[in-house]
């Protein structure tokens, strides 16, 4: 079955990513395309994460989510749509470590937005996430990624800064509106 191509660029591709990174500690973690079989992965990595973590990640202390909601979280076309899971093997079974994903909100332009579960955190892991999803972007002829971050979360705007994009920040007390050139 062909994939849908965009510039150049196939979907089907995008919805088998998958490469293999270094964690800061040395172990190695998968990044590849969200499947719809990671429901439940994907539930336990929200379980596992802090009110902190949740709270930046979803501006409010969300810890159950709807089915609708759900649904959307997976139902990802890699097109408008495009998530990536971190996956790293623990007691010899994959489990997800964190995530990341582009929601195309105007022509060119995608909201991006990670998480991470907190005892997998400072490993590299969203510079990582970061880093692919800026290499499908620019495959599919983004211009901007925008982020909606919380203007105590150091640990997303350094990963941000460090992603090599060109970056602009406005500032307001309660949120920073962050753009990235792609
Ligand atoms: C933000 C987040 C995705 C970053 O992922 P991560 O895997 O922890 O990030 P990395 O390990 O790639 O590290 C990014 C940088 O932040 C630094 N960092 C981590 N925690 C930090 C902290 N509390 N203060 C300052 N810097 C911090 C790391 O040292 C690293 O910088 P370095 O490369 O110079 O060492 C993750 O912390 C997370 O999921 N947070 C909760 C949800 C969230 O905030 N989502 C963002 C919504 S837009």
């Known amino acids: ?58 501006f409010g202390l969300k810890r159950n989510f ?8 997976l139902n990802v076309d890699f097109v408008n749509h495009v998530a990536l899971v971190a996956v790293i093997e623990a007691d010899g079974k994959p489990v997800i470590a964190g995530g ?37 972007a620019r495959e599919a002829g983004l211009q901007e990624f925008t982020a909606e971050v919380l203007p105590d979360n150091t640990s997303m705007l350094k990963v941000f800064e460090k992603s090599g994009l060109r970056l602009h920040i406005q500032r307001e007390p309660q949120v920073f509106h962050v753009a990235l050139q792609l």
Do not use: C, W
């Open 100 to 136: 990341g994903r582009y929601v195309v909100h105007e022509p060119g332009k995608a909201e991006i937005a990670f998480a991470v579960v907190d005892e997998y955190q400072g490993q590299g892991i969203g510079r990582a996430l970061m880093r692919h999803l800026t290499a499908i």
């Open 1 to 58: 079955m062909p994939g849908f191509s965009l510039k150049g660029y196939s979907v089907l591709e995008a919805s088998n990513y998958s490469a293999i990174e270094a964690m800061r500690d040395g172990r190695k973690i998968e990044i590849r395309a969200l499947k719809p079989e990671d429901q439940a992965g994907l539930i336990a990595a929200v379980r596992r994460s802090s009110a902190q973590s949740l709270y930046r990640r979803f």
């Open 66 to 73: 709807s089915d609708q909601e759900i649904a959307y979280f």
